[in-house]
């Protein structure tokens, strides 16, 4: 459990993102005690945090990472120096980079049939070569990131799959199509539709990959999720791998942020943190309201927090407290570790938030951007 007091002390500055390492060992734990019972491989998928503090603390724990771009099989590559599997899949392959990503990447599930067909011969025979299907199975409400949604862009539809020879030409199939689940009935349900409709063919494959979106720290019983992956190895004998991202590093990030001002706004009191939705675009996008520690839902006292910048709609949400926040006050946002930081932009030219990370209540600024990375940003090159 997170000291929040401690962290409050700790942090010289403000706003600032925190990164909880004893967490994301935690998490990392868990998926590693997994492996020792089922035998799957763990990827660490890149995009929900690819700060080196994490990709650092990953390392010993993970078989390699899943990687969205060119960039991040790089960074990929750097980290891990050939000892893991790096494993790409993407609607957005560019020619213009195919080369310098071949050389890079040991798994590949191409997104579509087209992109199989235009990139697959031009791929070292090194690289194992799989697809992506979608499985045509929506477990989400939210079109905005349902991967099943209807017209999706995410993979070779699993019928049209199912009536081509595809699956006899590649050695893989990924997946993904879970979004923050805290139960495995996504998971059950789509292995159930790839076996019926693929049976005894999936043999013929070396790996399936289960991709991410489970939050395994969340999740109290694993035995269905060990008995399906055991029962994936001993009846196809292939790899089973997984990608998870928030699971990795969801509940391990903070934002710690400061109130600037106070004031009432048609009879509710408005309250403008330091923070904005530059560091947390998610909450505009998804209008999704983020946790917050101070929070207490019987306080007598209700406010609604909002951003610094120009944006009307940088706001919170409304929240109620125990005591009026006054202005100095410090709060912290919880379980924003994944999603928020990559996202982050400086619009309105605030900074990005300071880097923090904390081990055993021991707090230590690792980052700190300035105005000169401001300023860079818009010059042109020299
Ligand atoms: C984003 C993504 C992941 C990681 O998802 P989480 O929800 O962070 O676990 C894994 N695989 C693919 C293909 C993704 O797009």
Redesign the pocket.
Known sequence: MMNYQAIKNGIKSSPAFVLDETEVIKNLKILAGLRNQCGYKILY?L??LPLSAVTEIAKPFVDGF?V?SLFEARLADEILAGQGSIHL?TPGIRQDEWEDMTRLITHISFNSITQYQRFATATQAQISIGL?VNPKLSFLNDNRFDPCRQNSKLGVDIDDLWQSSYLDQVKGL?F?NA??ATDFTPLIKTIEKLRSYFGKNLAQLDWLNL????LFEEIEDYSPFIELVNKLKNDFAIEVYI?????VV?NAGYIVTTVLDSFMSDGKNIVILDTSVNHNPEVFEYQRQPELHERDSSGQYSAILAGCTCLAGDVFGEYRFKEPLQTGDKLIFKNIG??SLIKANRFNGYNLPDIYVCKSAQTTKIKQYTYQDYRRQWLPDE
């Open positions: 998928s995009k929900a899943s969205s899949t992506r990924h993904h979004f923050s991709g991410g979106g489970y990608e998870p991202g928030k699971a969801g994944a999603y």
